[in-house]
Structures are given as C-alpha cells and as structure tokens.
C-alpha cells in the first residue's frame, strides 16, 4: 500500500514539473512531514510499530523437533486440546485456558514449544517481547498490547484459521509487580491492558485466541497475571536432562556428517547444565572445528573441543611468560591431584591453552546426572577448588590472582553445605542465622578443607612436580597420558 501511495506521489510530481507547475514547495512540504512521521513511528508514538509479525512464515515445527521436554510438551498438548476441540471442551463445562505461562532458563526450548503449539494447532501465530511494549512515553504500552491481540484476530480472520497464539517472551518485563518500578505509570498501565485484553478473550466465538507467556523470572510477575482465568496453566521447562540432552544433540546433529567415533551419549554425559541452546551451539562449534581441520567428518574430539569453547570461550592468542606459564601448570596440576584422590576416574584432561578468561583448566569426565550430594562430596568438591592455590603455595611459597574463581566457587559450595544443614550448626534457616555465625562456621569449614588439601599435595609434591613439568612440555594431558603419570605415585 505503501509503496502504491509513493508511487502515485511521485508520477504525480514528475507530471507536475513536465507541464511547467513549480512542485518545490510540495517536496519541502512533503520532506517535512514524512520526517516527522519517521520520526514518530520511531518513538512508538504513532503506534504502528509492527509487533508479533516475526515468526509466522517460520512456524513449520514440530513438537518431535524439541528434544529432552517431554513432560513439558504433554502438558502443553493437553492445554492446546481446547483450541482442537472446542465443542468437547464446552459440552464437559471446562473452562477454556486463556494463558499458558512457560517457566524455565534461557534456552531450554520455550519459544520453540510456543511455536509448535501454533503448528500443532494449526493457529495463526504472532510473537513478541515483553520489552516490545515498554516505552518512555505513557500510554504507548498499553496501545501496542490493544494492536497485537487485534492482529491477531485479523490475521486469523484472513487466513482463515480457527484460532491465533500469541507468544510474548521474557513476560516480567510487562508483567512486573504493580508499583514496583521507577517509571511505572507506563508499566502498570501495560499490564492493566494486559489484563484487559486477556479478560476480554471469549473463548466460545472464532478466533479463538490463547496467550503464551515465557518467563525465567516468575516470581517478579504481578499476581493478578497468575490467578485463575489468566495464566492458569504453567509449564516447568527446564535444564534437559542425560537423556534429554542426547535427543537434542540427535536433532541439532543430523543434518551433519559424523565420524563413527562420535558418541552422543558420551556427549550428553558431559554436557551436564546446559541448555539446548548450548547444545545447538556445541553441535554448531563442532561443525565450525571440523571445517577448519579441512576434515570432512566430524570427529569426537571437535565435539570434546566444543565442549571447552562453550564453556570457558574461544581459544586466545596471547601467551603468558614462562613465569606465569610454570605457575598455570602447578595450579592445574594442584586441582587435578585432589580431584583424582578424591575421585578416581574423575580428571578427563588438563590444558594450559588459555582459554576465555581462564589461563588454564582441568576437564572432569563425563558422569551421570548428579542432582543429590552428601557432605564429603561437597567437601571433595571444596577442596578441589582450592588445591590449585595450595599447589602454588607449596611451590612458589606464595599464591597469586589466579584462584579468585576457585575461591568464589569455594565460598559458594560452603554456604550450600550450611543452609542445607550440612554443618555442625545442623539444621538452620539461613535467613534467620546471623551473619557473623555463617561466617564463623563457613570460614572454620573452608580453614579445615584448606589444610586438609594442604597435607594432602604436601604428601604428593614429587607427583605435582612431575605433573607439572609434563603440562609445561605438552600444554595438554589427556586422561591415558595423566593416568602414566600419576599411577602407581597415587594411592
Ligand atoms: P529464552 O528464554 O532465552 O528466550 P528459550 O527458552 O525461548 O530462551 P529457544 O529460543 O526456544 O529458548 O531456544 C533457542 C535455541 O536453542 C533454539 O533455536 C534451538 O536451536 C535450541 N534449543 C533450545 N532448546 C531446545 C530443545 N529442547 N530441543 C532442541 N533445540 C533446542
């Protein structure tokens, strides 16, 4: 339309200054208001901004492409059954859903889901952002909520389709408490449209239309979103688990030609808290290693390389002194000692190829889901945070800047070990307990595991010189190469 109304101008224009008119006024006139129109278009003031227009060419997903969510998916099928089966729905008397709220981590396949509903359903789709609706200006919020949800039923109406979803992700930024913001005249009268607009869903005429919310953060949600008749259904969506992740490596791997070395399961084994997001990236850096290699399979070390990529980042270039160097290699050297002694089996490779912000690290291998721990896990857990610095102490008789993430790991562990009654206070609510206590006690816990490591590499100094030695040579161990080293030395 657009494009027509410029067109004509423009003919209209050239005809003009063909038969003689002076048409330099009309452009002046013109450029004015058309950068005046820009300009408010830009603010949101017109409104017009188009929102929830992204993804419905895209919507060609199924539920069998989302790997490690089943639970998530049955509940969400079960919540789609009114937009598939309406009458059924009424003539039970069930209250038809108006809003489904996703909650989980980033990337764990919440848009993804949203946008297999839409197919499943055969529905209109339109999706959006809660930061999409929130402006400086009052007023502009709440407008851009009334335009979607009529979108939606428009779309739906010319295309002929039943019902519309509309998906609006990272929802707390709408949809925080009421009052609670600095500038929240302009959040709260967003929600209140919000809410109008869900309210207002009548869910026994076509189109018939179902909200989906995504959030991380629900607890910031006003409360008014979650009651009932509003996001009443809501969906866990969260880390995928061993088997999950192996799915999803499935999917995100099989338009990719992998070497018979490759192992998913193994894979999926290491990979334990990451996202699908993560993984997609993983299968994706693998990818991007293999190319470089020249390679035209991929092969279970780019994946094992990968692994170390997405955790700590890209390799870098810059190389320490041979100074520092020998200080990176006792320091790993000191962290893969207490962890194998703690846990045999437990060091999968030690690298001093700097790596994000980590001049060096250890890699453990892979393990089973691990969602429960006792007391000497976690302590184990401590004290491999801490031997790298005990390593350079016993070495160099002093320690160095390297181990502040090890020690915040360490602090973080210890405080786990005492708000879960791990500790000699036994049971405590950590909210009552003051903080001159939890100090005392995290900080006798850390003194003791601190000399513990100590004794321990103390007793092994031979083993962390030898080790150490090796890492300055290779720059990486693997396990095989480790295991010669440190056995029969390691009892
Ligand atoms: P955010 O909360 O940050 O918006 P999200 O939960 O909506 O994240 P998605 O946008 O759905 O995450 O996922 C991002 C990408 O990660 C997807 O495009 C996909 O490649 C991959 N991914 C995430 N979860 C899964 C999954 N369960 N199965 C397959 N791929 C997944």
Redesign the pocket.
């Known amino acids: 339309m657009k494009e027509i109304i410029l067109g004509i101008i423009t003919a209209a224009l050239i005809f003009m200054a063909i038969i003689g008119i002076n048409v330099m006024p009309v452009v002046v006139v013109l450029i004015i208001v058309g950068g005046l129109y820009y300009l408010l278009h830009a603010q949101g003031m017109l409104g017009v901004k188009n929102i929830g227009a992204a993804y419905e060419k895209d919507a060609e997903l199924h539920f069998e ?5 089943s639970s998530a998916v049955n509940e969400l099928k079960e919540a789609l059954e009114f937009l598939l089966k309406p009458e059924y729905i009424v003539n039970m008397g069930i209250r038809p859903l108006k809003g489904v709220l ?1 909650i ?12 297999a509903a839409a197919n499943y359903t055969s529905s209109v789709f339109l999706v959006a952002s809660g930061s999409e609706f929130i402006e400086m200006y009052a007023g502009v919020g709440a407008k851009r909520i009334r335009q979607l949800f009529n979108e939606a039923r428009q779309k739906a109406k010319r295309l002929h389709k039943k019902s519309a979803i509309i998906f609006i ?2 929802l707390e930024i709408l949809g925080v408490k009421r009052g609670r913001h600095s500038s929240h005249m302009e959040y709260d009268q967003t929600l209140n449209q919000l809410l109008v607009e869900m309210d207002g869903i009548i869910q026994d005429k076509e189109p018939y239309i179902l909200l989906i919310g ?3 953060r629900e607890d910031m949600l006003d409360p008014a979103l979650l009651r009932p008749g509003r996001f009443d259904r809501q969906v866990q ?1 969260g880390l ?1 688990d061993r088997s ?1 992740r192996e ?2 490596l499935k ?2 791997t099989h338009n990719k030609p992998l070497n018979d070395d490759v192992d998913l399961m193994a894979i999926a084994r290491a990979t334990f808290g990451f ?3 993560h ?3 993983l299968s994706n850096e693998a990818a991007i290693l293999a190319m470089r290699e020249g390679e035209e399979e991929i092969y279970q070390r780019h994946f094992s390389e990968a692994i170390d990529k997405v955790i700590m980042g890209e390799k870098l270039n810059h190389k320490p002194s041979a100074e520092e160097l020998a200080r990176v290699c006792v320091h790993e050297s000191g962290h893969a000692i207490i962890s194998e002694y703690t846990q045999r089996g437990s060091v999968s490779s030690i690298s001093i190829i700097p790596r994000g912000k980590a001049l060096g690290f250890m890699r453990k291998s892979p393990q089973d889901d691990q969602y429960l721990y006792t007391a000497r896990q976690i302590e184990h857990q401590i004290m491999v945070a801490l031997a790298g610095a005990m390593a350079e102490e016993i070495k160099f008789n002093s320690r160095s800047t390297g181990a502040r993430n090890d020690f915040e790991q360490a602090w973080q562990l210890v405080g786990e070990l005492v708000a879960n009654g791990l500790s000699s206070l036994g049971i405590i609510s950590r909210e009552h307990l003051p903080d001159d206590k939890f100090f005392c006690e995290t900080k006798t816990i850390i003194d003791r595991l601190e000399k513990q490591t100590r004794e321990i590499l103390q007793d092994y100094e031979t083993l962390l010189e030898k080790l150490s030695d090796a890492l300055v040579r290779e720059e990486s161990i693997d396990r095989q190469e480790f295991e010669k080293i440190i056995y029969p030395s390691l009892t």
């Open positions: 492409d989302i790997g490690g969510q996703l989980g981590p980033p990337g764990t396949g919440k848009t993804l889901l949203a946008r992700d990272e995504a959030t991380n969506v995928p999950g799915q999803i999917i995100h996202s699908g997001a993984l997609e990236s």
